[in-house]
């Protein structure tokens, strides 16, 4: 395992001294009676205790984090003014700048505009685990220019993540959702070495389904992996849905009835049709193997779980983890996004912050964030 991450529990007084605090607050908002309103605020609330940390210490706190894809110019869409009036509701005494992707420097790692955040300022905090799997400005500059430090939020993730590769407690089950197998091959392959067994569901899993020579009709395919899921079901221990639930290719989202009524299908998708959830064989089969679980990693939907017709197997797997008193840890994004739906955040072991960099740090047993705060001045 890499070596530590410093900690601000190293900082003597923090009387007068000014903090920049790196935050994922890259969260969900939509119009709720003509205001634009945060709907999940748990990355926000995540940050509170850092925050409290730090003032009761007698700093001077100031927040800094991205929103949406703004790209490198003022939109006013990403403004951060809900995110501000949100936090404000937890009454900190904390700043918060705007945008940090309204500057092209920030995605561009420029090390001007990285420079231009800590002037001023006597120590970085990153507290934004959700990030620091991208080499941006805000994340890696600050680090070379002041005595630098982890959040305890992003310390526990790592801490967290990490012993759940090195030591978990077997049976070990990880389940990995998703529409794009492209993006989570790597992850499969990975926790298919250190897992007992390895659950694949959402559109990623149609790939897998082809590569064993079954009809996908037209669910989501990518060709070129399909060798690679080839090689990985080989293992023995990748288990792939037998059922799905779909709808006709041509039938559009939306409410249930008519054209858009949905099908089962046991073993083969027809053509003419799409997989759009699990099936009921597949779920009692998914859960069995949960129920016998001592160690569970989830990360990704089992399905197009945001139309309700094809949440079921979302909201099983859900339940099913929650139910569990094995080590339950979920992976951020869409999967804490469910648990959130389902009421069901409490019923866990760990909910992460980062949805993509949980994973990547899975994968690759580091982030370029983390790599900052250990080279970092005075680190």
């Given at each position: 395992m890499p070596a530590a991450l410093p900690s601000i529990d190293r900082w003597g007084s923090l009387h007068g001294k000014r903090i920049l605090v790196r935050v994922d607050f890259n969260v969900p908002v939509a119009d709720v009676d003509g205001v634009v309103t945060v709907t999940d605020d748990f990355r926000i609330r995540a940050t509170l205790p850092l925050f409290s940390a730090l003032l009761e210490r007698g700093a001077q706190v100031v927040a800094c984090t991205h929103f949406g894809r703004p790209n490198g110019v003022v939109d006013e869409r990403y403004s951060v003014e809900p995110l501000r009036r949100c936090l404000a509701a937890y009454q900190p005494e904390v700043t918060l700048l705007e945008n940090l992707r309204f500057h092209p420097g920030e995605e561009g790692n420029d090390a001007a505009f990285g420079a231009s955040l800590v002037e001023g300022f006597d120590y970085y905090v990153n507290e934004a685990f959700g990030a620091s799997h991208r080499a941006h400005a805000s994340i890696m500059v600050p680090p070379t220019l002041v005595p630098s430090a982890a959040g305890p939020n992003l310390q526990r993730e790592v801490a967290t993540l990490g012993a759940l590769l090195e030591s978990p407690a077997r049976p070990f089950v990880a389940i990995v959702g998703g529409a794009k197998v492209r993006e989570k091959i790597g992850i499969v392959r990975v926790l298919s070495e250190k897992a007992?067994?390895?659950?694949?569901?959402?559109?990623?899993?149609?790939?897998?389904?082809?590569?064993?020579?079954?009809?996908?009709?037209?669910?989501?395919?990518?060709?070129?992996?399909?060798?690679?899921?080839?090689?990985?079901?080989?293992?023995?221990?990748?288990?792939?849905?037998?059922?799905?639930?779909?709808?006709?290719?041509?039938?559009?989202?939306?409410?249930?009835?008519?054209?858009?009524?949905?099908?089962?299908?046991?073993?083969?998708?027809?053509?003419?049709?799409?997989?759009?959830?699990?099936?009921?064989?597949?779920?009692?089969?998914?859960?069995?193997?949960?129920?016998?679980?001592?160690?569970?990693?989830?990360?990704?939907?089992?399905?197009?779980?945001?139309?309700?017709?094809?949440?079921?197997?979302?909201?099983?797997?859900?339940?099913?983890?929650?139910?569990?008193?094995?080590?339950?840890?979920?992976?951020?994004?869409?999967?804490?996004?469910?648990?959130?739906?389902?009421?069901?955040?409490?019923?866990?072991?760990?909910?992460?912050?980062?949805?993509?960099?949980?994973?990547?740090?899975?994968?690759?047993?580091?982030?370029?964030?983390?790599?900052?705060?250990?080279?970092?001045?005075?680190?």
């Open positions: 007992d067994t390895v659950i694949v569901g959402g559109g990623m899993s149609y790939t897998f389904a082809f590569a064993e020579g079954r009809s996908v009709g037209g669910s989501l395919f990518d060709e070129g992996h399909v060798e690679s899921c080839r090689e990985l079901l080989a293992r023995g221990n990748v288990l792939i849905p037998r059922d799905y639930r779909g709808l006709a290719n041509d039938a559009a989202f939306g409410d249930a009835g008519g054209p858009d009524e949905p099908r089962e299908f046991d073993g083969d998708i027809p053509a003419g049709w799409q997989g759009l959830d699990i099936g009921p064989r597949t779920i009692a089969h998914f859960e069995e193997v949960l129920a016998g679980a001592k160690t569970i990693l989830w990360n990704g939907p089992m399905g197009v779980f945001e139309d309700p017709r094809f949440g079921v197997g979302t909201k099983a797997i859900a339940l099913a983890v929650a139910a569990s008193s094995a080590i339950t840890v979920v992976g951020g994004g869409d999967s804490a996004a469910a648990l959130a739906a389902y009421g069901l955040e409490d019923s866990v072991s760990f909910v992460s912050t980062g949805g993509g960099a949980s994973l990547e740090f899975v994968e690759l047993g580091d982030l370029p964030g983390l790599r900052a705060l250990r080279e970092s001045v005075g680190a």
